[in-house]
T-cell receptor
Framework: LAKTTQPISMDSYEGQEVNITCSHN???????ITWYQQFPSQGPRFIIQ???TKVTNEVASLFIPADRKSSTLSLPRVSLSDTAVYYC?????????????FGTGTQLKVEL | GAVVSQHPSWVICKSGTSVKIECRSL??????MFWYRQFPKQSLMLMAT?????????EQGVEKDKFLINHASLTLSTLTVTSAHPEDSSFYIC????????????FGPGTRLTVL
């Protein structure tokens, strides 16, 4: 599975847009990019998944350049409740019975 | 949405005892379930993949005789930590895959195990 590199931590303020970038230079042709959110003492929660270009849902956007060697999770107008660890995963689609490999994640801290 | 539960949410036990953790898919049938372990301030580490009706597949370095996994039905997988020791204290999380072309794994809330 492709290895991912993310910043260990990021700080932001309420109302700002937060962009977390993940590098995955060895991404394979069949690999998807998936982001999960985890609060302390809770299981991860699926945020978004994409293969190329841009994907948007009700909580986030995922930007993937043409070479797919990196991706950026964009959280619009963050609030205190967005303080969590965000994991970038690269591999087969998160379903399909495929095992997931979690990297170190990015600890996002949102302040007033 | 699909919900996965775990029981218990936390457990404290004495060294040498065995502890069973249940993972249930509440509103869907899970063909595959996964078990993870997470130590404080660290990422999730996959322990094993559990398929209904067959033996679990363990990741390298995970002792299958110590971490017994049973996936007897499409809605329940259990992880038994046998002869637990303080170093087994961790946060154990399961995830479930629905199958049938669905493209997402759903995670349980986790179980905090503390071995005294």
């Amino acid at each position: 599975l492709a290895k991912t590199t993310q910043p260990i931590s990021m700080d932001s303020y309420e109302g700002q847009e937060v962009n977390i970038t993940c590098s995955h230079n060895n991404i394979a042709t069949n690999d998807y990019i998936t982001w999960y959110q985890q609060f302390p003492s809770q299981g991860p929660r699926f945020i978004i998944q994409g293969y190329k270009t841009k994907v948007t849902n009700e909580v986030a956007s995922l930007f993937i350049p043409a070479d797919r060697k990196s991706s950026t999770l964009s959280l619009p107008r963050v609030s205190l409740s967005d303080t969590a660890v965000y994991y970038c995963l690269v591999g087969p689609p998160s379903g399909g019975g495929n095992k997931l490999t979690f990297g170190t994640g990015t600890q996002l801290k949102v302040e007033l | 949405g699909a919900v996965v539960s775990q029981h218990p949410s936390w457990v404290i036990c004495k060294s040498g005892t065995s502890v069973k953790i249940e993972c249930r898919s509440l509103d869907f049938q899970a063909t595959t379930m996964f078990w993870y372990r997470q130590f404080p301030k660290q990422s999730l580490m996959l322990m094993a993949t559990s398929n209904e009706g067959s033996k679990a597949t363990y990741e390298q370095g995970v002792e299958k005789d110590k971490f017994l996994i049973n996936h007897a039905s499409l809605t329940l997988s259990t992880l038994t930590v046998t002869s637990a020791h303080p170093e087994d204290s961790s946060f154990y999380i399961c995830s479930a895959h629905q199958g049938g072309g669905h493209n997402e794994q759903f995670f349980g809330p986790g179980t905090r195990l503390t071995v005294l």
